[in-house]
């Protein structure tokens, strides 16, 4: 039972009261009451709290170590509720963040979280609090407990609430706990969006706005090398990797200073993956790209000679396999004692080599049917130019032995490359020219480029005169850089139509860039496939829409290296519609393989068979080839 003498809230005498009224202990025990209900003094459940000091606002708090305090409602973290466990504390921190995110979104959403009982907390101690304005007071329970807590912050959970739904178990609490800290509560799609803005911005700031010429440069390179849907993927779904391969320049094409200094042809150390960036960027492309046909395809990798050479070996021996001899009816039609193997008294076997059969890819046959198409109906026209290679691997004597780069010295009954090409080209002259003199009266040869270390233009090298031009113009030597040729063959191209008819447009970064209603370009070309910058070549070829290339890959018989090389351009040739392929090796019948080079330069009026077997484009059998051993 109370003493009646004593206060019943701060325990002390009340004061006497002369005339008998009690208006002094009223009074006191009403300011007793007043006073506490004027401070935010929190109340425990607790009865073996001591009850002798009642603990204000005023009261200095406790110090407690950063990690030992909740950050968002500054709870102590040492209770016995928490008991040290690690995982009882980040729950409660984590549950904390949940009702933070939560109340951002409304300003009369409760500052804390469900679990826990705020009714004893004041929402002044939480500053990221929507309410953290509203009055400290909180109505005490029906019946409070006179004993005050020893810390303000120090509030126990509720019995039975839950601690953290599975949901939230299953983030990392603490990269919940930084991101909040940090003000960074977007959700996975709000940030995906901004970083699309940024990808946006990015393509704006270095291609202009839609609609502006480069802008429409690299969207047509875009559809060019087919990835545009692989593009779109990056761009909607993984923004970042789309910034990185952006500003790469994988979406672009080569620009002109890259191809002058070399920048993609550069080896990696010995022992890398990729041989070069553009083998790297080159196989990026086709991976992830679509073939012509519209399917996607096993992903690909790159054989390297220190890495895959037996692989390699194997395989060309596998392709060397699948020779056969020609057709001996259509060869008692083509061949001619013209033939340069036929001429070469070094050569003892006077029989001709078998050949893998040329396959024409399905893209291609359809890519030239409608550029005849064009042709025939007066929307598209066609001008044609060789690009010749005449470095020094060109002019090996088979006779002598070639160490091939599985360090094997294998030797060849046959003629130089360079002979070869020689004897080839001057029959091509003789059905190409009268064909251009159709558009151009006055032209007189085609327009020629060579290469080795450099390009060459040549000017036109013409039937009439063409043992006298091929002696004059042409050296042969050096390194095989195929690359510096078609750029000499793209600038030269472009200066003449822009100068006739002003076609093309010059781009300070990427030079040359085709404009509507500009001629077609189909370009022949020789090479024996030893060129270093071969993966850079087939990279910008994907672009060029405005050229149609024929390659003719020459070599040497039986030989497991040329035809790893003739593998890679048939890989080319299937991914690039506008590449054809043509294996010729060995001891050739030469009717036959200018038959099947200018069925692809000509969509439309290829030489007949008639015009193909004329004796008088045959070089005469007077001479022995040249041979050098640069």
């Known amino acids: ?65 950063e990690e030992d305090e909740c950050p968002i409602c500054h709870m102590s973290l040492l209770g016995k509720q928490f008991d040290g466990n690690e995982s009882v504390r980040e729950a409660h921190v984590a549950a904390c963040i949940e009702s933070q995110q939560s109340s951002s979104s409304t300003s009369k959403a409760d500052p804390f979280p469900p679990a826990y009982d705020h009714t004893i907390a004041s929402s002044a101690s939480n500053p990221f609090s929507a309410s953290a304005k509203a009055s400290p007071f909180e109505a005490p329970p029906e019946k409070p407990s006179l004993v005050p807590n020893k810390l303000q912050r120090n509030a126990a959970p509720q019995t039975g609430a839950p601690m953290q739904q599975k949901e939230d178990r299953e983030v990392s609490s603490l990269r919940r706990w930084f991101s909040t800290l940090g003000g960074d509560s977007k959700t996975k799609e709000q940030k995906t969006q901004d970083n699309t803005l940024k990808a946006d911005n990015l393509m ?40 990185r391969f952006l500003t790469k320049g994988y979406m672009e094409p080569i620009p002109t200073s890259w191809v002058q200094s070399r920048r993609l042809a550069y080896p990696y150390p010995e022992g890398s993956y990729w041989e070069t960036p553009a083998e790297k960027r080159l196989y990026y492309l086709l991976n992830n790209g679509i073939t012509p046909d519209g399917s996607k395809h096993a992903p690909m990798r790159p054989l390297n000679i220190l890495r895959d050479r037996n692989t390699i070996i194997r395989r060309g021996n596998e ?74 691997s060109m002019t090996w004597n088979p006779h002598g032995g070639i160490r091939g780069p599985d360090g094997m010295m294998r030797y060849h009954d046959q003629p130089s490359n360079i002979v070869l090409v020689n004897h080839i080209v001057h029959r091509v002259l003789h059905h190409m020219i009268p064909r251009a003199q159709r558009e151009h009266a006055n032209q007189k040869g085609i327009e020629t480029v060579t290469f080795s270390t450099q390009g060459n233009y040549i000017g036109q090298l013409s039937a009439t005169s063409f043992q006298r031009d091929w002696a004059s113009k042409v050296r042969l030597g050096g390194g095989t850089q195929v690359m510096q040729g078609w750029q000499v063959v793209k600038n030269t191209y472009f200066r003449q139509q822009h100068a006739s008819a002003g076609h093309g447009r010059w781009d300070n970064v990427y030079g040359w860039q085709p404009t509507p209603g500009m001629p077609k370009l189909s370009l022949l070309v020789f090479l024996d496939g030893e060129a270093n910058d071969m993966d850079e070549f087939e990279l910008e070829l994907l672009g060029e829409t405005w050229a149609y290339v024929t390659i003719a890959l020459v070599g040497m018989e039986n030989c497991p290296h040329h035809h790893s090389h003739a593998i890679e351009l048939e890989r080319v040739a299937h991914f690039n519609p506008h590449v054809g392929f043509y294996d010729v090796h060995g001891r050739v019948c030469e009717r036959m393989v200018v038959e099947d080079l200018l069925g692809s330069v000509y969509p439309v009026d290829p030489p007949a068979y008639g015009e193909i077997l004329k004796p008088e484009y045959d070089i005469k059998p007077d001479a022995l080839p040249a041979y050098s051993a640069y």
């Open 1 to 65: 039972m109370e003493n009646e003498d004593e206060c019943p809230i701060c325990h002390d005498s009340l004061p006497p009261d002369n005339d008998g009224t009690n208006t002094a202990a009223e009074k006191h025990i009403n300011d007793c009451i007043q006073s506490r209900l004027s401070t935010s003094t929190t109340y425990s459940s607790h009865p073996s709290q001591p009850s002798g000091k009642v603990f204000t606002n005023m009261d200095p708090p406790s110090q407690l170590r």
């Open 319 to 392: 392709r060397n396999a699948r020779q056969i001899k020609l057709d001996q009816d259509k060869l008692a039609a083509y061949q001619s004692p013209g033939d340069v193997f036929q001429s070469d008294k070094q050569i003892q076997n006077h029989e001709y080599s078998a050949q893998v059969p040329n396959k024409v890819d399905p893209a291609r046959t359809k890519a030239l049917h409608e550029l005849a198409d064009g042709i025939l109906h007066g929307t598209d026209h066609l001008e044609t130019m060789l690009l010749i290679d005449v470095s020094g």
């Open 204 to 243: 704006t700031g270095r291609w202009g706005p839609p609609g502006s010429p480069a802008y429409d440069m690299v969207m047509r390179y875009w559809v060019a090398t087919r990835m545009v849907q692989h593009w779109e993927y990056l761009h909607g779904s993984h923004p970042r990797q789309f910034k």
